[in-house]
């Protein structure tokens, strides 16, 4: 893509710091293709807690870019995402050779940032989407939303990591470090 030199004057001019330009809006490319929106907030925390008002969320298709490190930590996630298995009834995954509480691993360790545990739910929620949604209904709840927005869904590269937990991770051993 850019030269790093390149990429560099564009994140101090318009973000005030240094940015990886291309690797992050791969990364987000990469992310936006395979999740659905209807699991992500259009809105996120700031970094900075004296930073007024909420970021939008990068992570959501259509919304622009901002540069990972001016993010707050927290999942970019709607939290009805780990209600998903309560929604659905016990016949569903006996049909679907599962248990509720395999899958509703697999989604609180994708929203904690574990990108392999998407692919595994979405593997489960494909399945679904074929053997138990063949006809078409307006969407009502977090649910049918989700097996409708199905259709363009991917599963993560293998090497995919969640931006999020890896700006954590470094912010709380940096700040263990200089205690």
């Keep these: 893509?850019?030269?790093?030199?390149?990429?560099n004057l564009i994140g101090t001019f318009a973000y005030g710091q240094e940015t990886p330009l291309s690797e992050e809006l791969e990364t987000l490319i990469k992310f936006?293709?395979?999740v659905p929106p209807c699991l992500l907030l259009p809105e996120v925390s700031w970094l900075d807690p004296h930073r007024h008002g909420r970021c939008l969320n990068p992570w959501y298709r259509g919304m622009p870019y901002t540069p990972f490190g001016l993010l707050g930590h927290d999942p970019p996630f709607v939290p009805?995402?780990?209600?998903?298995?309560?929604?659905?009834?016990?016949?569903?995954?006996?049909?679907?050779?599962?248990?509720p509480k395999v899958f509703q691993r697999h989604l609180n360790k994708f929203y904690r940032g574990n990108p392999c545990s998407w692919n595994k739910a979405l593997a489960f929620l494909l399945r679904l989407q074929a053997q138990v949604w063949p006809g078409?209904?307006?969407?009502?709840?977090?649910?049918?939303?989700?097996?409708?927005?199905?259709?363009?869904?991917?599963?993560?590269?293998?090497?995919?990591s969640v931006p999020w937990?890896?700006?954590?991770?470094?912010?709380?051993?940096?700040?263990?470090?200089?205690?």
């Design 1 to 7: 893509m850019l030269p790093t030199v390149l990429e």
């Design 32 to 34: 936006r293709e395979c």
């Design 80 to 99: 009805g995402m780990l209600y998903l298995s309560r929604s659905m009834c016990k016949q569903v995954f006996s049909e679907l050779h599962t248990y």
């Design 136 to 160: 078409y209904r307006d969407p009502r709840s977090l649910l049918e939303v989700l097996v409708e927005q199905l259709e363009g869904a991917q599963l993560l590269p293998a090497c995919f």
């Design 165 to 179: 937990l890896a700006v954590a991770k470094s912010s709380i051993s940096s700040s263990a470090k200089s205690r």
